[in-house]
C-alpha cells in the first residue's frame, strides 16, 4: 500500500498536527482493497418492508472506504464522467434520470444500494453497468453519487465542482414581468 | 436594452397595419373585429389586386376550413390557420371551460389534440395513451383508449422527457408514434389496432416523440436521439400495412441517403459531390452522427415535395467530428414516391450549437421583390427567419429574430451561415455570453400563419447560455453529448417571447414578452385571435393584429401543448389545448430535478429555480367555447 502522508508530512506538519492526523485517512491509497470491500452486496434490498435489508457491517466498511477516501471519491468523479452518468444525471441535478444530490431516493440512497442500482440497472431506463464497469469501480462511483449528496467526509469530496468553473451569470434568472404604462395608449 | 413589451401590452413595432393607434378597451376591440371582417371580406370578394403583396397559403396544401382538425399542423402548408371566426377578437373575453379530461399521465403533454366528426384525439406523454373523446357526450366522454405497452427501459434514452407530439388522421385510422420506436395504426371509430411496426431500435438510443405525416398512401416518421449518438433517418410506411416503403438517411453514402445525382439538384454547389455524408465525417463517425428528424414535414402537392430538417450532430462538443457533419442541422427536400432527395440546404454547418433544423416549415406563395415565388418560411433555431424558396433551395432571407452573438448572419450569396471566430468553444474552455442558446431562438414548438392578417405568429426563446465542451465517449445506449451549458435569459430579463412576423417587410410587427421559455404551438384564427400558452399555465387569446391580451386562463400546470380549433357536433366553436408542464424547458418541474445543479436539465438549471417553486407536474385537457 502507498501512502502520500509521509509526502504530505512536510507541508502538514508546520500547520497543525489535527489536519495531519485527518488528512492521513483522506490521503490514503488502497489501489487493491482486499476482496470484501470490492465485492458486490450479498443482503442488501430496495425497501425494508420484511425488516433488516442490509449487513450493516458491509456497509459501514463501505462507507469508510469509498466515501471518507478522496483518491476513491476522486475516481468516482472521473468514472462518472466516463460512463456518461454526466448525461442522464447532469453534475447531481438530474436531467433524463433523477437528482443524485438531493435526499430523494426512488431504489435506496445508502452506498450498498447505489451500487446495485448501477450493477444491475433500474427498470424505467437506468442501464445495467455490471457487465461493463469492474466492481471496485462501480464502488467508486458510489462513493462519489453519494458526496454529491453531501454525504461521506467533507475532507474527501472534490474541492471544487468538475465543470463550469467560472461565476454564473449575473442575470441568471428571469425577472417577473410586471404590468408598466404603456406608451400607445 | 429592453427591446420587448410587458406582460401588460405588447409593444407594437411599427405602424404598418391599417388600425394603427387603439386602446385595449371593448369599444376598439370591436373596431377591430369589424375591421378584420371588413378585410376578409375584400379578400374574399376581391381577391388580387389589393392584396397582392400579403403571403398566401397554398391552396393545394391548405384546403378550406370544414370544422374539423385532423393533423397538428392543421394543413399540409403547416398553416396552424383555422376559417372559424365564431370566437373573434370582440367576445373572446367571454371563453369559459366547455369540459376537461385528465390524460392519466404526468409528464409533458405535447400533444395536439386533433377533432374529427365529433371525437377528439391526443396522445398522452408515457405511456403514450391514445385516447378518443366522444364529443357528443355531455363533459367529454371516454370513447375508447389506445395502450401501446412501450418497453420502460426505452425512457433512459428520451432525452427531453417521453413527450409525444400528436397523431395524425386519415382515411378512418389514426397514425402515431410510442416513445420506443415503435408506430401504431389504429382504427378511428373502435381504437383497435390495425398495424404495428417497429422503425428503429431505442437500445442504439432511437426513440420517437414526433407526429407522423401522411402523405398520399405513405406515413413518414422520424427518429429521435442525436442526444445518444443515433443515426437519424425519415422512414415511408405503407398506410395500408406498416410494411417500408423506403427509408432516408441524413448521414453515411449517398446510397442510404437517397441521393440520386440524376434528381438532387441543390441550390448551392458545396452540397455536390459523392458521399459527403461519409467524407464530412471523421471515419466512421456518420454512423453514431445524429442528424434525427423529430420536428415537423411540410408537402407540397403541386412540387410533389416534402420538406423536414435534420438535427444536430452528435456528439454536441464538435471538436470530436470535424467536417461539414452532412447532412445534419439543414433542410431536405424529397419526392414522397420513392424518397428521393431534391435539394438539401444547411442552416449551421459543422453544428457547434445543438441546433436542430427540425423546426415548422410554413409553405407560402409569395411576391418577393416584384416576382411570385413559392417559399418555405422556417424560424429557425439558430435565430435567423429564413425564407427558402421551396422549389430550389435558394435562400431568399435570413433575418434575425433574436439577440444573436455567435453570428454575424448568412450570406446569402452562398448561403452559409457566418460564425464569430471567438465563439468557437473548445473542450475545456468556457465560451460564455453565447446567443442564442443551444434549445436556441426557438425550438420545436410551433408557429402559426393568418390567412387574414399575412403575419407568422411565433412562440420563442430569448436565451443565453455558456458553454463547455468535455470529453466524451461512445457507449451504445447511453447519452452521447459532451458539453456542460448554463442557460440564461438574454438581453431584458424575459427568456420568452410570443411574435407576430411580417413576412414581406422581414420583421417584427408587434412582440410580448414572457418570463419563461414560450414551449407551446400557435393557432390562428379568422376570428381574428391568436392562441398560446405559457410555462407558468396561462393559455391565452390576443388580438391577432396588435398582440393586446383579449383573455387568458390559468391551467392546472404549465403548457408546452398544441393549441387547436374545432367545431363541434353542436355547430359552435371550441378551443383545445393540453396543459401538463414537461419536455427540455419544463423538464426540471415534472422531472423534480435539482437547480442547485446549473446544468440540470441540460442548462435550464442555472435559471429555472423560481419556476420550479411556482408551477407543479399534472396532465389536463382544456376545451374552452362561449357561453350558449
Known amino acids: ?185 | 436594452m429592453r427591446n420587448t413589451a410587458t406582460a401588460a401590452g405588447p409593444l407594437l413595432l411599427q405602424r404598418a397595419l391599417p388600425e394603427g393607434d387603439h386602446s385595449p378597451g371593448v369599444m376598439s376591440r370591436r373596431l377591430v373585429a369589424q375591421a378584420a371582417l371588413s378585410i376578409l371580406a375584400a379578400w374574399v370578394l376581391a381577391p388580387g389586386a389589393a392584396q397582392a403583396q400579403a403571403p398566401q397559403a397554398p391552396a393545394a396544401a391548405s384546403p378550406p376550413e370544414d370544422g374539423n382538425w385532423t393533423m397538428p399542423a392543421r394543413d399540409l402548408a403547416s398553416t396552424r390557420y383555422s376559417g372559424l371566426d365564431q370566437i373573434n377578437a370582440g367576445n373572446a373575453h367571454g371563453l369559459t371551460v366547455a369540459f376537461t379530461f385528465s390524460p392519466g399521465t404526468a409528464k409533458g403533454q405535447e400533444s395536439a389534440v386533433l377533432a374529427v366528426d365529433g371525437t377528439l384525439y391526443f396522445v398522452t406523454s408515457f405511456p403514450n395513451y391514445l385516447i378518443a373523446i366522444d364529443l357528443s357526450k355531455p363533459g367529454g366522454a371516454l370513447k375508447w383508449k389506445f395502450e401501446p405497452l412501450p418497453d420502460a427501459s426505452s425512457l433512459g434514452i428520451a432525452c427531453c422527457q417521453p413527450v409525444n407530439r400528436g397523431p395524425v388522421y386519415s382515411a378512418g385510422t389514426l397514425y402515431y408514434n410510442s416513445i420506443d420506436a415503435h408506430t401504431f395504426a389504429i382504427d378511428a371509430a373502435t381504437g383497435a389496432l390495425k398495424w404495428k411496426t417497429q422503425v428503429g431500435d431505442f437500445h442504439a438510443g432511437e426513440t420517437t416523440t414526433m407526429a407522423p405525416l401522411v402523405v398520399r398512401d405513405k406515413v413518414l416518421v422520424g427518429n429521435s436521439g442525436s442526444e445518444y449518438g443515433a443515426r437519424g433517418w425519415l422512414v415511408a410506411l405503407n398506410a395500408q400495412d406498416g410494411s417500408e416503403a423506403w427509408r432516408a438517411f441524413s448521414t453515411g453514402p449517398d446510397s442510404e441517403v437517397l441521393i440520386d445525382p440524376t434528381v438532387f439538384k441543390p441550390y448551392y454547389s458545396h452540397y455536390v459531390g459523392k458521399d459527403l455524408g461519409v467524407r464530412e465525417w471523421p471515419p466512421d463517425h456518420w454512423k453514431i452522427g445524429g442528424g434525427t428528424v423529430w420536428g415537423w414535414i411540410s408537402y407540397d402537392p403541386e412540387l410533389d415535395l416534402i420538406f423536414y430538417g435534420t438535427s444536430n450532430p452528435s456528439p454536441w462538443n464538435h471538436e470530436k467530428r470535424p467536417g461539414e457533419n452532412f447532412w445534419t442541422e439543414g433542410l431536405f427536400a424529397r419526392r414522397p414516391a420513392d424518397g428521393k432527395a431534391r435539394w438539401f440546404y444547411q442552416f449551421s454547418p459543422h453544428g457547434l450549437w445543438d441546433h436542430s433544423a427540425v423546426n415548422e416549415n410554413v409553405l407560402l406563395d409569395v411576391t418577393w421583390q416584384g416576382q411570385p415565388r413559392k417559399v418555405l418560411v422556417h424560424p429557425e433555431r439558430n435565430g435567423y427567419m429564413y425564407v427558402i424558396d421551396r422549389g430550389s433551395g435558394e435562400v431568399l432571407a435570413a433575418d434575425p429574430y433574436v439577440h444573436i452573438t455567435s453570428t454575424t448572419g448568412v450570406d446569402l450569396k452562398t448561403g452559409r451561415l457566418m460564425t464569430r471566430e471567438e465563439m468557437i468553444p473548445k473542450t475545456g474552455q468556457v465560451t460564455r455570453g453565447v446567443c442564442p442558446n443551444s434549445p436556441g431562438a426557438k425550438d420545436w414548438p410551433p408557429s402559426a400563419f393568418s390567412k387574414q392578417t399575412g403575419l407568422l405568429y411565433v412562440p420563442h426563446n430569448n436565451l443565453c447560455m455558456d458553454w463547455e465542451p468535455t470529453e466524451v465517449s461512445y457507449i451504445r445506449g447511453t447519452p452521447y453529448i459532451g458539453s456542460n451549458p448554463r442557460f440564461f435569459p438574454g438581453p431584458g430579463g424575459n427568456a420568452g417571447e410570443f411574435m407576430a412576423w411580417d413576412v414581406i417587410a422581414r420583421k417584427k410587427v408587434w412582440t410580448i414578452a414572457e418570463r419563461w421559455p414560450v414551449w407551446s404551438g400557435a393557432l390562428a384564427t379568422a376570428g381574428g385571435v391568436v392562441f398560446y400558452g405559457n410555462l407558468e399555465g396561462w393559455f391565452k387569446a390576443v388580438d391577432a393584429r396588435t398582440g393586446a391580451l383579449l383573455w387568458q386562463f390559468k391551467t392546472a400546470s404549465g403548457i408546452v401543448g398544441q393549441p387547436t380549433t374545432f367545431r363541434g357536433s353542436d355547430g359552435r366553436q371550441y378551443v383545445a389545448i393540453l396543459s401538463g408542464i414537461g419536455g427540455w424547458a419544463g423538464g426540471l418541474v415534472s422531472g423534480d430535478l435539482d437547480p442547485r445543479d446549473p446544468t440540470a436539465a441540460k442548462g435550464f438549471g442555472n435559471m429555472e429555480s423560481d419556476l420550479k417553486k411556482e408551477v407543479a407536474s399534472g396532465g389536463m385537457l382544456y376545451v374552452f367555447a362561449l357561453p350558449k
Open chain 1, 1 to 185: 500500500m502507498y501512502s502520500r502522508c509521509r509526502s504530505s508530512l512536510a507541508i502538514a506538519w508546520m500547520s497543525s498536527v489535527a489536519l495531519l492526523a485527518g488528512g492521513c485517512q483522506r490521503e490514503e491509497r488502497d489501489f487493491s482493497p482486499g476482496p470484501a470491500s470490492g465485492s458486490a452486496p450479498a443482503t442488501t434490498a430496495m425497501n425494508t418492508v420484511l425488516g433488516e435489508n442490509a449487513d450493516a457491517g458491509f456497509r459501514e466498511q463501505q462507507r469508510r472506504t469509498y466515501e471518507e477516501n478522496a483518491y476513491q471519491v476522486a475516481q468516482g468523479q472521473e468514472l462518472y464522467s466516463a460512463f456518461n452518468c454526466v448525461g442522464c444525471h447532469a453534475h447531481g441535478g438530474g436531467d433524463v434520470g433523477p437528482a443524485l444530490m438531493d435526499e430523494k431516493w426512488i431504489y435506496g440512497g445508502e452506498i450498498d444500494q447505489i451500487y446495485l442500482s448501477i450493477a444491475q440497472g433500474r427498470a424505467n431506463g437506468m442501464p445495467a453497468y455490471g457487465a461493463m464497469i469492474p466492481s471496485q469501480q462501480i464502488w467508486q462511483i458510489a462513493g462519489y453519487v453519494r458526496s454529491l449528496g453531501g454525504h461521506g467526509s467533507k475532507s474527501a469530496r472534490p474541492g471544487r465542482a468538475d465543470h463550469l468553473a467560472m461565476p454564473a451569470p449575473s442575470q441568471a434568472s428571469p425577472e417577473p414581468i410586471r404590468p408598466t404604462q404603456r406608451d400607445d395608449s
